[in-house]
């Protein structure tokens, strides 16, 4: 039943349902109706029955040997002697072929169904020659005539109410629902029109329709804005990934065999331009995944703090190998109030700062010159702050304010870098609820870090851990 109700339309379940309640509640009060009716009917049956009785109970009471004068037009009475003699009958036949049963004791007033029902009222009436019985009725059955008359009113009523409500419940559904179906046509236009920018109608009016309008319309937006950001992406790559790609085969067509000198240079630089390639195509993915999922859980300062300290090392460590072709060196210093404050963001995403943060700033440098770096991650009254500040040549003037846009790379520097690493760090501070900055002058290095929002723990305890490294 329930799987033939899903598959009918929300029309015809409002129309079924709220009718089905409404039959339910019209039959109840019908129901309530009747059966009072039914009682005020038989009781009144039943006095009239009585006031017939009383008369004959009085004669004989004062004379039984006189004769009985017969009832009234369509009232029938039948009067049995204590030795079992009737006296008087003028009971209908269906009655009277069954007297006995009649007379059998039992309550005042009683139903029988021979044909019709009837209402009999049994009187004793004692004297001292014994008891004699009087029963009494009336003609076609007047209490079930009245009761009848009330049944079919009650149906009719039911029936006639049933039928203009499911009407009415028609109507309404299908105004209700006017505003759907306009939304529906709305978004089937939208979707056969791709190219067009318009969005859901909102009429104004804040009910529900208006509300889920308002959601779908942003949800629309957002769907927009990231097929926008991955059209973008896939041609920015295309645009990045050619020339070093068309280098690259360059680069290894030169190789012939005949200057191996020549050709070891040329597949120096061949694997200098391939590690170039694999960055970017990592910075790419890093960047996608990153764009593509939402607000992180938040993350106690106390677990960031170690995954900064595990990334650091980390670096150090790549740095103080033989094969490494950068050169410096790494501080580090972390001061928080409450380590126990949480964040909006995740490990993995203030990992992805210090990684890209650091590199860029080791590799800024000029080509063989050592580097110093400094991290630094404190915590303020209201926020949490990433800095890394280095003492490299600085940001080219001309692109700072531009710097956290994707594939941004200055003209005059050495550094062939992908241009997504600002990108993802800015990405990550929008998605945690902050902002990135950046600060820099020529010749006396850059900073540039990440300010987040931080709540603070319960007990807002403020013992502060600091330590430098």
Do not use: C
Not at 259 to 271: C, F, M
């Amino acid at each position: 039943m329930m799987r033939m109700l899903r598959r009918l339309s929300i029309r015809a379940r409002i129309i079924i349902g709220s009718t089905a309640v409404v039959i339910v509640l019209v039959l109840a009060a019908g129901t309530a109706v009747y059966a009072q009716i039914s009682s005020i009917a038989v009781s009144r049956e039943k006095a009239v029955l009585h006031g017939i009785a009383e008369v004959y109970r009085g004669i004989i009471k004062e004379d039984p040997a006189e004769p009985f004068e017969k009832p009234g037009v369509d009232q029938h009475v039948a009067i049995i002697a204590p030795d079992g003699a009737v006296r008087m009958d003028t009971l209908p036949k269906d009655l009277a072929e069954h007297l006995d049963e009649l007379t059998e004791p039992g309550p005042t007033l009683r139903e029988f169904r021979f044909g019709e029902t009837y209402y009999v009222y049994v009187d004793v009436v004692d004297t001292p020659q014994g008891s004699w019985k009087v029963l009494v009725t009336r003609e076609s059955d007047i209490a079930a005539g009245i009761v009848s008359g009330v049944s079919a009113l009650l149906w009719t009523l039911f029936i006639a109410s049933a039928v203009l409500f499911a009407a009415g419940a028609w109507a309404v559904a299908t105004a209700a629902l006017r505003p759907v179906e306009h939304l529906r046509r709305s978004a089937e236009h939208l979707a056969l029109q791709r190219g067009e920018t318009g969005l859901l109608p909102v009429s104004g009016t804040g009910d529900e329709i208006d509300a889920l309008a308002r959601t779908l319309n942003g949800l629309i937006e957002d769907v927009r804005a990231a097929s926008a950001r991955e059209q973008q992406m896939v041609a920015d790559a295309s645009h990045e990934l050619r020339n070093p790609m068309a280098v690259l085969r360059a680069q290894l067509e030169l190789v012939d065999g005949a200057d191996p000198d020549a050709d070891r240079e040329l597949l120096g630089q061949a694997r200098a331009t391939l590690n170039r390639l694999i960055r970017l195509a990592q910075a790419m993915l890093e960047l996608s995944r990153i764009e593509a999922g939402s607000a992180p859980e938040r993350t106690s300062l106390r677990v960031l703090a170690e995954e900064v300290t595990e990334r650091v090392d980390r670096l150090r460590w790549h740095l103080a190998e033989p094969s490494s072709e950068l050169r410096g060196e790494i501080d580090l210093d972390i001061a928080l109030l409450t380590p126990d404050a949480t964040a909006s963001l995740d490990a993995a995403g203030i990992g992805h700062v210090v990684d890209n943060l650091v590199d860029n700033a080791l590799r800024a440098a000029a080509a063989g010159e050592p580097v110093h770096v400094r991290v630094a991650l404190r915590q303020e009254q209201d926020g949490l702050e990433l800095l890394v500040s280095d003492d490299g040549p600085g940001f080219d003037p001309l692109i700072t304010d531009r710097a956290f846009e994707r594939f941004t790379r200055s003209e005059t520097s050495d550094y062939a870098g992908g241009g997504l690493g600002l990108a993802i760090v800015a990405r990550v501070a929008q998605l945690a609820g902050g902002q990135a900055t950046i600060s820099s002058a020529p010749s006396r290095g850059a900073e540039v870090g990440i300010r987040v929002p931080v709540s603070r723990p319960a007990s807002d305890r403020r013992s502060p851990n600091t330590h430098q490294r």
